[in-house]
């Protein structure tokens, strides 16, 4: 098939091709080309920030939010971030060529497992430019020709920054296909995009719930979701006070806008007595508290500031300084809330007594469960993979943190002496 | 939502509801189900059997072919098959609760990852009913519910065997509905279950061409592909002459209506002097060998029977006794052939030499890479896998074949004592 220039179908076509010798390429070669890319972005600090300064005025002119503009806003040290962390990616063990299990066959059959790169990754994202240098950076490493398809609010940052992780692979005489940049980031050539299933091996959106649907509605090809997080927190009767304050506040309010910040509380009957003291500490970091009338009663009681939840509370990412409050009757309601309205993200639950977590554990269906500790640590770094290139929500192929593991497929490599199969 | 009765959204919203209480039953439960399962299958032979000569007798009148007759027909012997590969299944270890790997982080957090269910699992197949038993007994071991959407010319011999299904289910108090049987089995219906993205995890086609590219088209579920096999056997320079007969009459000729056969021989001209002995095994399997110019003077030379080869006869399933065979001027022209017209299913290598055994398994994409072994043993029970619901040709969640431990995913379990985040 022909393809016209610049058209998804070609863009895709570049990447396959570029894929080859990329998958193949031994370890040396990468950290050569991620080396040389963190090195190309710092010398190019000029026009990188001069760039963004344009998309900044225009998102100004356009009135994005000022949340927005900080995600999208660059600055030496922010530059310097992005490189070094260019750099940590380098720093991690090659995936590809690991081989995983080994088993022998009865008839002498060697069956190895042996990680490979996936082939060619699409990535659909927002504002924030660092998605643009670790996405390249993590696709690189594990072997996988990356199709960037960033916000058109920060497009001039994001061709400023390829054409920094352009000279970095042309440095380790890889492809610069292998790192292709969306130009037209309208919803017709994603739509297109979406459609190349011979071609592209997964998608991975990351934004918000409507770009995320869109992609999910549309795409023939495998797609893992990066989606909401409504994470919730339960202080069982045997819940620790001093965990119980120091595991909520740090769950809601240490980074309130992110997808694995608590946006529900869950009190057991049995806990009610910790309430109060939760509370106060959560208003202290001016929280508003949303609750059930068991809750608010309680809390009016002790004069702390406290206002009814509406129905659409339950289940809701607030992405601010916002927690919903809720008491159950123990562990069963609280488990059932949970599957009723939790996002398959991040569970926590506040218990000494070992059969209650256990419970928890088991019967939780959640990308990351957690015990005695906070919803923030459902995070690459923090969970020991190094990087990530999201949190997936999805349960197949990669659910949690997707590091470099989780973006590669494994083959069974067969080592024979003649064998043939007789039945 | 309020679903119709017998609408897809009611169906999968059925299967969610017993997937619940699947993901959380114990082994012991599960094993017992297995085996009740199998005994009713036996018990009710006398049914199961009356419903597949209706079916047989309706699939004569519309003239399905032999070969289509030949996989819906059950007798005696068939049957107690598929009642034995149901206890198979039960002998298997439980993937559930399974923890594949355990650190502590510097903080004192110790991370798990733990299989779990992946949920709910749409399976969607033609006329074997055997499918309709090992997909049933495979997603029922992995704590998933399934849909099983089968083909129509097998919908009696499938009703019967779901009732028994459903009876082993009952004594080992399991809900009815971890197995449901589609009954509708028309296009519109699984149309509408393949938007459910809220109620079922993942679908696997099994079947034709046609069948895969229109689910694959129409899904917002995940699809793992059970797609074509191309398979590919490469006779490098350094072949040893027996093994090269050995293998590739294996490959083609022990069972050549199945995805792992080969479909195209490729003859390093250095391995030239091996075609003769190799082309006379295979016709004396009576298999039709589509050649080259190359390969098909050398072949009239020796008087062996030979046909040119179509243009459309590289990169062919033939499921038949038709073998391409081509002759390359050695292994970067055989890998870019395979590159090219391969399908990802089985590619394999015949040689002594180990630096193009090794590079042919460095560079080959495909599910499974075999070094002087037959294709055929790309295959759950050869591999090690102890059963399989299917090759998988996505390099996404699972590539080759798919056992227990690819019908779950895996959550992260993080246990503390009162961590929180600092950064």
Request: glycine share 8%; aromatic share 2%; proline share 4%.
């Amino acid at each position: 098939m022909k393809a016209e220039p610049h058209s998804a179908l070609h863009l895709a076509q570049r990447a396959r091709l570029a894929s080859r010798a990329l998958g193949i390429a031994d370890t040396a070669r990468k950290d050569h080309a991620l080396e040389a890319i963190a090195k190309a972005v710092t010398d190019a600090r000029g026009p990188i920030l001069e760039a963004n300064a344009l998309d900044l005025a225009d998102g100004r002119k356009a009135s994005l939010t000022d949340a927005l503009l900080d995600r999208l806003a660059l600055d030496g040290e922010r530059l310097e971030g992005l490189a070094a962390a260019v750099l940590a990616v380098r720093a991690l063990p090659d995936p590809v060529g690991e081989i995983t299990s080994t088993t022998r066959r009865p008839n002498g059959l060697t069956v190895q497992k042996v990680r490979i790169p996936l082939g060619v990754i699409l990535m659909i994202y927002e504002s924030r430019p660092n998605v643009t240098t670790d996405a390249a950076a993590l696709c690189l490493k594990s072997g996988n020709a990356v199709i960037l398809r960033g916000g058109k609010e920060a497009l001039r940052t994001n061709l400023a920054l390829r054409q920094a992780i352009v000279t970095g692979l042309e440095v380790a005489r890889l492809p610069a296909d292998a790192v292709l940049l969306v130009e037209t980031p309208d919803r017709e050539l994603l739509l297109e995009l979406l459609k190349q299933e011979e071609l592209i091996d997964l998608a991975i959106p990351r934004g918000g719930e409507g770009l995320i649907r869109f992609v999910a509605q549309n795409a023939r090809i495998p797609v893992v979701k990066h989606y909401k997080g409504v994470c919730h927190v339960f202080l069982h009767q045997s819940a620790d006070a001093k965990k119980a304050v120091d595991i909520v506040v740090n769950a809601k309010a240490q980074r309130p806008g992110v997808c694995n910040a608590a946006e529900c509380l869950l009190v057991d009957e049995g806990a009610l007595a910790l309430l109060p003291a939760v509370a106060r500490a959560l208003v202290a970091e001016r929280v508003e508290l949303r609750c059930c009338p068991r809750s608010l009663a309680v809390l009016r009681r002790e004069g702390i500031a406290a206002v009814p939840a509406g129905a659409d509370d339950w289940g809701r990412e607030f992405l601010d300084r916002i927690l919903a409050v809720r008491v159950v009757a123990g562990i069963d309601e609280a488990l059932e809330h949970i599957a009723r309205y939790g996002s398959l993200h991040t569970e926590a639950i506040v218990a000494e007594d070992k059969v209650a977590s256990t419970r928890f554990v088991h019967e939780v269906v959640a990308s990351a469960v957690i015990v005695n500790a906070s919803t923030r640590f459902n995070d690459g770094g923090e969970l020991g993979l190094g990087a990530e290139i999201g949190i997936s929500t999805s349960k197949v192929h990669a659910f949690g943190p997707m590091g470099l593991a989780e973006l590669t497929a494994q083959k069974f490599v067969v080592l024979g002496d003649g064998q043939v199969r007789g039945g």
